[in-house]
């Protein structure tokens, strides 16, 4: 792996050159930056793989949708569907992507619409009859052609911006110092039991700018598990399961489900992976051969539940492990204000 490592390094350091050339160019103005009228919160990240957007886009939905209007705009990731599309009732996975799909079941409220071009996505929202007061920018920290009014940068705890290197030899899609443009850094998928000391030393790891603050989250699991029906996880304690997981780091649940004294099968899938009928056969197979229930995450859940009378997902969210409400004040202020403004 080292020696792998050494031989993508010059292709690292190309790629870092090119995005570094490409976000200076956004910054001094020679490429242009459309900023709109609606408020706008980005959230992304600098690296690939999973940091937990949806979870932060789900507690801000929360968070905002009993007082406005709220749209949540992604790129729509592995979706055969192309151009702007905007979730109804004749959509599915594969029309707008798994997690936009799960946003538009969970949340009947809100506006959900794809677009890999946001600036285009954003123009058709505003266009609309009753436009959104607030738009979320899912995954858009370097879509750099739109603006955001207020962008949240999301680094997990085991995975550090600043312990990680450029793509292909590590997981950054930018260098580190574009960690400049968030207001907030949040760090997630923190332990539970995370020690002050421990979040200065991380604070001081990313040696953030005067004018952002840093906030730290944790997965919470909801021990109700939905689907099939509603059925406490206590039940299975003792029993074994299937598992079934398609994201980019399945260790937090495991890591859940077996401190809960959950018994399974795991199997383990890439992230958004498309689940083809081979896939469906092979679960059957070790479902009846278990004699149980089969268990996913609630992304996977949209993409394979039509294949099974018995399934079951369990939902997570982000929850803050302090300082929760100077987050929500702040967001709460620039939205009201950008509303009055607009």
Request: positive net charge; charged residues 25%.
């Amino acid at each position: 792996m080292n020696f792998l490592r050494k031989i993508v390094y010059p292709f690292s350091v190309l790629y870092g050159v090119v995005t570094f050339i490409r976000n200076f160019l956004y910054d001094i103005g020679v490429f242009k930056s459309t900023q709109f009228n609606t408020p706008t919160i980005v959230v992304g990240n600098l690296s690939v793989g999973g940091t937990g957007k949806t979870p932060q886009i789900e507690y801000l939905i929360r968070l905002l949708q009993d007082k406005y209007t709220i749209a949540v705009l992604s790129r729509g990731y592995k979706r055969k569907s192309k151009g702007f599309v905007i979730a109804k009732n004749n959509v599915n996975a594969e029309i707008i992507g798994d997690e936009p799909y799960q946003l538009f079941l969970k949340f009947p409220k809100i506006i959900v619409c794809v677009d890999s071009n946001r600036r285009r996505g954003i123009k058709e929202l505003e266009k609309l009859q009753n436009p959104p007061d607030v738009i979320l920018l899912d995954d858009a920290f370097q879509h750099r052609k739109v603006k955001g009014g207020f962008n949240i940068l999301l680094t997990p705890y085991y995975s550090l911006y600043t312990n990680d290197t450029m793509l292909p030899t590590g997981n950054l899609r930018e260098f580190a110092l574009g960690a400049k443009r968030a207001q907030f850094v949040v760090v997630t998928k923190c332990p539970d039991n995370l020690t002050a000391l421990e979040q200065q030393k991380i604070t001081d790891n990313l040696n953030l700018k005067p004018y952002q603050k840093i906030f730290f989250s944790t997965i919470e699991y909801d021990k109700k598990l939905r689907g099939y029906n509603e059925i406490s996880l206590t039940h299975f304690v003792g029993k074994k399961i299937l598992l079934v997981t398609g994201i980019a780091n399945s260790k937090p649940l495991t890591t859940f489900l077996s401190n809960e004294n959950i018994e399974f099968i795991h199997l383990k899938y890439p992230d958004h992976y498309n689940f083809n009928n081979n896939d469906i056969e092979k679960m059957k197979a070790f479902n009846n051969s278990l004699k149980s229930i089969i268990l996913t995450t609630e992304k996977d859940y949209v993409r394979i539940f039509d294949n099974f009378n018995e399934v079951y997902y369990i939902s997570i969210k982000a929850k803050f492990i302090n300082d929760n409400k100077d987050f929500d004040n702040t967001v709460e202020a620039y939205v009201e204000q950008s509303t009055r403004d607009s």
